[in-house]
């Protein structure tokens, strides 16, 4: 007796772990969506588990007292003063004008999963016929990454090995994994770029999660034979890929845009809020636990109300942790681009993923995750958290020069404007005046931010 009980608990054990293997990857979506698909996604799950209850509707003013997992509030030590930054000065406001336009500025039109493959794409010297056959696979891919239509539907050409020469060049492309035909494919390409995965992953991902997604636990302790360690290394290691690579670059675009967070200056304070009039407040229901005191007997119902209430914590909990990171992540952000909120876009530091990842003790890839299609309310209008990670003029980031591309390109157009009327400003006048602020940019990359600002040339003014 004694040895088959010890059997049950390594069994209940490993269940447990297989569970919260298989809510990972509902977790990382949580953290991917914006506002407008988390909502749907919510409202999805209150459909279909008695578990939650609502205890607070969208919209609704007068909320409940805050509780452990309605935490929507931080404030943030004043960032704009007391810094120990020894290179830190206070920064003009701007004028009245310049920051009314970039209150009526629309939100900038990202680059897209499409344009960002074909523009590594076009930096390499490859032949043309497997140039134009990875253009065509680039272009078949949805938003997440993967193939629309099988690839080889795409082949003119009967030259042996070059589909999958194209296919491997794609998916080693930032962001790794594209090119593939669902997530399981993308998660192997991804290990095996990285060259660092545990012993027999490809088996986990290809036997595993399968059986997983219809919950035929013993099979898949029959069948793979892990211990509880290694299903721990497998976890931990699948949480530092990304399923769907592609989403990284959507562009979808959304009737309106749902700031996520807003940045407001409250008594001299500067105040991180996380927008949650849009989403309601849930719980586990206490009634429906309850009926499981009348149904001590009945072992369907025992696992129907015990399943449904575990998964409801679940759900309810990554909510949570997805908000904890986006508030942690953003106040990294803020703190960093304290010039930023003072100054406007032209004070925009050179800024990584790493930079922030390193900051708050997570990986790049969730930050880049509740980074993407998350935005926040300024005083200098509505942005992507995106916008705020931009390379150094030196393409070193952060650790490079400490202008931005994308302030040096305010900088540019702010000389334009102000600009006597008639008067001509070349690409090297411009270099030349750049030079006086401590900016320096050869004449090609001036033309370059010319172009991209869409602002005419000197032949053309």
Same mark, same amino acid.
């Given at each position: 007796?004694?040895?088959?009980?010890?059997?049950?608990?390594?069994?209940?054990?490993?269940?447990?772990?297989?569970?919260?293997?298989?809510?990972?990857?509902?977790?990382?979506?949580?953290?991917?969506?914006?506002?407008?698909?988390?909502?749907?996604?919510?409202?999805?799950?209150?459909?279909?588990?008695?578990?939650?209850?609502?205890?607070?509707?969208?919209?609704?003013?007068?909320?409940?007292?805050?509780?452990?997992?309605?935490?929507?509030?931080?404030?943030? !030590?004043?960032?704009?003063?007391?810094?120990?930054?020894?290179?830190?000065?206070?920064?003009?406001?701007?004028?009245?004008?310049?920051?009314?336009?970039?209150?009526?500025?629309?939100?900038?039109?990202?680059?897209?999963?499409?344009?960002?493959?074909?523009?590594? %794409?076009?930096?390499?010297?490859?032949?043309?016929?497997?140039?134009?056959?990875?253009?065509?696979?680039?272009?078949?891919?949805?938003?997440?990454?993967?193939?629309?239509?099988?690839?080889?539907?795409?082949?003119?050409? =009967?030259?042996?090995?070059?589909?999958?020469?194209?296919?491997?060049?794609?998916?080693?492309?930032?962001?790794?994994?594209?090119?593939?035909?669902?997530?399981?494919?993308?998660?192997?390409?991804?290990?095996?770029?990285?060259?660092?995965?545990?012993?027999?992953?490809?088996?986990?991902?290809?036997?595993?999660?399968? %059986?997983?997604?219809?919950?035929?636990?013993?099979?898949?302790?029959?069948?793979?034979?892990?211990?509880?360690?290694?299903?721990?290394?497998?976890?931990?290691?699948?949480?530092?890929?990304?399923?769907?690579?592609?989403?990284?670059?959507?562009?979808?675009?959304?009737?309106?845009?749902?700031?996520?967070?807003?940045?407001?200056?409250?008594?001299?304070?500067?105040?991180?809020?996380?927008?949650?009039?849009?989403?309601?407040?849930?719980?586990?229901?206490?009634?429906?636990?309850?009926?499981?005191?009348?149904?001590?007997?009945?072992?369907?119902?025992?696992?129907?109300?015990?399943?449904?209430?575990?998964?409801?914590?679940?759900?309810?909990?990554?909510?949570?942790?997805?908000?904890?990171?986006?508030?942690?992540?953003?106040?990294?952000?803020?703190?960093?681009?304290?010039?930023?909120?003072?100054?406007?876009?032209?004070?925009?530091?050179?800024?990584?993923?790493?930079?922030?990842?390193?900051?708050?003790?997570?990986?790049?890839?969730?930050?880049?995750?509740?980074?993407?299609?998350?935005?926040?309310?300024?005083?200098?209008?509505?942005?992507?958290?995106?916008?705020?990670?931009?390379? =150094?003029?030196?393409?070193?980031? =952060?650790?490079?020069?400490?202008?931005?591309?994308?302030?040096?390109?305010?900088?540019?157009?702010?000389?334009?404007?102000?600009?006597?009327?008639?008067?001509?400003?070349?690409?090297?006048?411009?270099?030349?005046?750049? !030079?006086?602020?401590?900016?320096?940019? !050869?004449?090609?990359?001036? !033309?370059?931010?010319?172009?991209?600002?869409?602002?005419?040339?000197?032949?053309?003014?």
């Amino acid at each position: 007796m004694p040895v088959h009980g010890q059997g049950m608990t390594t069994q209940q054990s490993l269940a447990q772990r297989q569970v919260i293997t298989q809510k990972l990857i509902q977790s990382i979506k949580l953290m991917a969506m914006p506002l407008t698909e988390l909502r749907e996604a919510i409202q999805e799950e209150i459909d279909k588990n008695p578990a939650l209850e609502v205890v607070r509707e969208a919209g609704e003013v007068d909320a409940p007292e805050p509780t452990e997992t309605t935490i929507r509030e931080e404030r943030i !030590a004043d960032p704009f003063s007391n810094s120990s930054d020894p290179g830190y000065q206070p920064l003009p406001r701007g004028d009245a004008d310049s920051k009314q336009r970039f209150l009526e500025t629309a939100v900038s039109r990202e680059e897209s999963l499409h344009e960002h493959l074909l523009d590594q %794409l076009r930096l390499m010297e490859v032949s043309p016929e497997l140039a134009q056959l990875t253009e065509k696979i680039i272009w078949n891919l949805d938003d997440d990454g993967f193939h629309q239509e099988p690839p080889e539907l795409l082949m003119e050409s =009967s030259k042996p090995g070059l589909l999958s020469e194209a296919l491997r060049l794609i998916q080693s492309l930032d962001p790794i994994g594209c090119a593939t035909v669902d997530w399981r494919e993308s998660l192997l390409v991804q290990a095996a770029i990285r060259h660092d995965s545990p012993d027999d992953f490809q088996r986990f991902i290809l036997k595993a999660l399968p %059986l997983m997604e219809n919950k035929r636990w013993k099979e898949v302790r029959n069948s793979l034979q892990i211990s509880i360690e290694d299903w721990e290394e497998y976890e931990n290691y699948i949480r530092n890929l990304n399923p769907f690579p592609g989403r990284m670059y959507s562009v979808q675009a959304s009737p309106y845009i749902i700031p996520d967070l807003v940045v407001r200056k409250m008594e001299g304070e500067y105040v991180l809020i996380l927008n949650d009039e849009v989403l309601p407040v849930l719980r586990v229901d206490p009634e429906f636990e309850r009926i499981k005191e009348d149904a001590s007997e009945d072992r369907d119902t025992m696992r129907f109300i015990s399943d449904h209430s575990r998964e409801a914590r679940y759900f309810i909990n990554s909510l949570a942790q997805r908000d904890n990171t986006l508030l942690k992540v953003a106040r990294a952000i803020v703190e960093f681009q304290r010039d930023f909120f003072t100054g406007g876009p032209r004070f925009l530091k050179p800024l990584t993923l790493k930079n922030i990842a390193a900051e708050i003790g997570v990986h790049e890839a969730t930050v880049s995750r509740i980074t993407t299609n998350k935005y926040v309310q300024t005083d200098w209008g509505l942005y992507e958290l995106k916008y705020f990670f931009t390379n =150094s003029i030196s393409g070193a980031g =952060s650790s490079g020069s400490r202008v931005s591309k994308v302030a040096a390109k305010e900088i540019i157009k702010e000389i334009l404007e102000q600009k006597d009327s008639g008067q001509r400003l070349s690409d090297q006048k411009l270099v030349d005046l750049l !030079a006086r602020r401590g900016i320096n940019l !050869a004449r090609r990359t001036v !033309a370059k931010y010319r172009n991209e600002l869409d602002l005419p040339s000197s032949y053309q003014q």
